[in-house]
């Protein structure tokens, strides 16, 4: 995979595409980074990137030619794709980062500033606009950085264990399961003994519910907004869920064993039938 950045601040991303498995990855040829600096190609003596708003208001708009000229420079693949990163733009999401891995063999990430970019070069020469969450960075930087790093960790061989993509966060629809590691107990609060018994099922078991769990308290718009898209493994979680939650409610409420439903119903007063409990059943104050 090639990644091209467009950006005024080349230097943010010389030290990230060094380090970590990135950093390994280019090593190994699995990644190619070129960073541009759109400075290079301002306009005039003092190489100008950003000029007023027409129609007034505060702050500066990157011009189109600079903007252009990079991506006609840095656009070398045929199955390439241009995405300038703005708070205006389409959420990224897992399935996206998945998408990008799967159909690209180029992405060009045009970082803004300022009040951001002639539209121009949104609608004419990117192929998507993307928001990478619903709050406003300073530029696009971090933003191009959260693109690289989720797909590049897709491209085969950049991480070390596959098997590790499958079943975290997003890939299922819901959240990661909680992780410990030693020592067992730290300061009084002990790993959860299940993790330690080493029986698997049971595991696999607790951390299915944990992950439901933690779900639910993080983000419940995962689970409450029903996708059709959600993989099987969503649903087969979700009625194990439903499972649980039915477990607990036993537990609070048990149901009336058969004996003393039938009892209960004999005695359950005629709705209109004067008794001495009050009309809901409570016994009288
Ligand atoms: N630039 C500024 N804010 C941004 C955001 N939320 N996503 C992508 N690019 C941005």
């Not at 049971?202 to 779900?215: D, P």
């Not at 993080?218 to 869920?241: F, H, K």
Request: charged residues 25%; glycine residues 8%; contains cysteine.
């Amino acid at each position: 995979m090639q990644f091209d950045v467009i950006t005024l601040f080349p230097a943010f991303f010389e030290t990230a595409l060094q380090v970590g498995l990135i950093g390994k990855a280019v090593e190994a040829g699995l990644l190619r980074f070129r960073v541009h600096d759109l400075r290079q190609f301002g306009i005039g003596p003092h190489r100008q990137v950003d000029d007023v708003a027409y129609g007034g208001g505060a702050g500066m708009v990157l011009r189109p030619e600079p903007l252009v000229a990079a991506i006609e420079q840095a656009r070398t693949e045929a199955r390439s794709r241009v995405v300038v990163l703005s708070p205006q733009g389409r959420l990224w999401t897992q399935a996206r980062a998945r998408q990008y891995a799967r159909e690209c063999d180029q992405i060009v990430l045009v970082c803004g500033r300022y009040e951001g970019i002639d539209e121009r070069v949104t609608a004419y020469w990117a192929d998507d606009e993307v928001s990478v969450g619903d709050y406003v960075l300073m530029g696009g930087e971090v933003a191009a950085w959260v693109v690289i790093e989720s797909v590049a960790r897709l491209i085969p061989g950049v991480v070390g264990n596959p098997e590790s993509l499958t079943f975290e966060s997003f890939e299922a629809g819901i959240l990661d399961y909680p992780q410990y590691t030693r020592p067992a107990v730290f300061r009084g609060y002990a790993v959860p003994a299940v993790l330690r018994s080493g029986h698997h099922e049971s595991i696999e078991r607790w951390r299915r519910l944990q992950a439901l769990r933690k779900t639910f308290r993080n983000r419940p718009d995962l689970i409450l907004t029903p996708r059709w898209t959600s993989p099987p493994v969503w649903w087969a979680w979700m009625a194990e869920w439903m499972e649980w939650v039915e477990a607990i409610l036993e537990k609070m409420y048990p149901a009336p064993r058969s004996e003393e439903a039938e009892d209960a119903s004999d005695h359950r007063p005629d709705r209109n039938e004067p008794t001495s409990e009050g009309p809901s059943g409570c016994p009288p104050r």
